[in-house]
């Protein structure tokens, strides 16, 4: 049965590259697992916003940068 795990599908497809030196394959998965992290990251930060309408996003909830995109913005 297909998986939809990332890292199973990351360790399969890495198990089936045949890689010449060991260095090699230690840089794809130290990439692939820093990606993950990355992707898993953004996904929690953005977690308590999914079950809020966009209006009832406070600015003291967000990330710092978006604080200052919005705060940059010219007023309607």
């Known amino acids: 049965m297909p998986t939809t795990n990332i890292s199973q599908i990351i360790s399969d497809v890495i198990d089936s590259v045949r890689f ?9 998965e130290g990439c692939s697992c820093a ?3 990355s992707a898993h990251k953004n996904t ?5 916003f999914c079950s809020s309408s966009q209006s009832s ?7 710092p940068t978006m604080v200052l995109a919005q705060k940059s913005r010219p007023s309607e």
Do not use: G, M, N, Y
């Open 20 to 28: 010449l030196r060991i260095e090699q394959r230690r840089f794809v």
């Open 35 to 37: 990606l993950f992290l």
């Open 44 to 48: 929690s930060r953005l977690a308590p």
């Open 57 to 63: 996003i406070s600015v003291d909830k967000l990330h």
